[in-house]
């Protein structure tokens, strides 16, 4: 199995807080993704990430903001979290970009819970 | 119309069924996965392919780009085999398109 680790795993909090979510990777793969998933929708891209400090927005990034200081590391963050951004997260690496020629390694997901 | 449509939407079989799960697309693609998720929620890649078959144990998945459409074929059905099953289609970078997914349940 891949070496992808999400945390936390479970979070709940308050409309409002802050909430940051983190993928950490042992396998040295250029790419990472963080999407959501929810009832009636597919996975759905929130920000990707094609190398250290560079990251694009994906479909449904409004509201939230990623950062990747080093490889191995890709944090999401929800500046202010509203109840629309209750979810399932999981973050994905690659080597080669997911729409070409990138097989997908997908973390164990982050539930997250917004009262 | 969703770009990525997949059928059934519910399949419930018995142990050692020959199963066949649908995936149509609309779009022009470089790639298409099948991914794999678990009752607990856990996702796992099966096969990325762009062209032709592939074929790993009992899971065969096959491509038609011509038709835009792709099949998931499972011989020898197990109870194990019950999960989610998702295509993606890639149309260029970093962009993947997700179909809902098909719920398969294999009965003893």
């Known amino acids: 199995d891949a070496g992808i680790t999400q945390s936390p795993r479970h979070k709940v909090t308050e409309t409002g807080t802050p909430v940051t979510l983190r993928c950490h990777q042992t396998e040295n793969h250029r790419y990472m993704y963080w999407y959501r998933q929810d009832p009636g929708h597919g996975l759905r891209l929130i920000h990707y990430?094609?190398?250290?400090?560079?990251?694009d927005k994906g479909e449904v990034s409004d509201g939230y903001s990623v950062s990747r200081s080093k490889t191995e590391d890709f944090l999401l963050t929800l500046e202010s979290a509203t109840s629309s951004q209750t979810s399932v997260y999981f973050c994905a690496i690659s080597q080669g970009l997911a729409g070409e020629t990138g097989e997908l390694f997908f973390g164990e997901g982050s539930r997250l819970t917004v009262l | 119309k969703n770009e990525v449509e997949q059928s059934p939407q519910n399949l419930t079989a018995q142990e050692g069924e020959f199963i066949t799960i649908n995936c149509s697309y609309s779009?022009?693609?470089?790639?298409l996965h099948w991914l794999q998720q678990h009752p607990g929620g856990g996702i796992v890649s099966l096969f990325m392919?762009?062209?032709g078959k592939k074929k790993h144990g009992r899971l065969i998945a096959t491509i038609n780009i011509q038709e835009k459409h792709s099949s998931l074929h499972i011989t020898a059905s197990h109870p194990r085999d019950s999960a989610v099953y998702i295509c993606a289609v890639g149309t260029s970078g970093s962009r993947l398109t997700f179909g809902e997914g098909t719920q398969l349940t294999v009965n003893p």
């Open positions: 779009v022009g693609i470089s790639a």
């Open positions: 990430s094609y190398g250290v400090k560079d990251t």
């Open positions: 392919l762009s062209s």
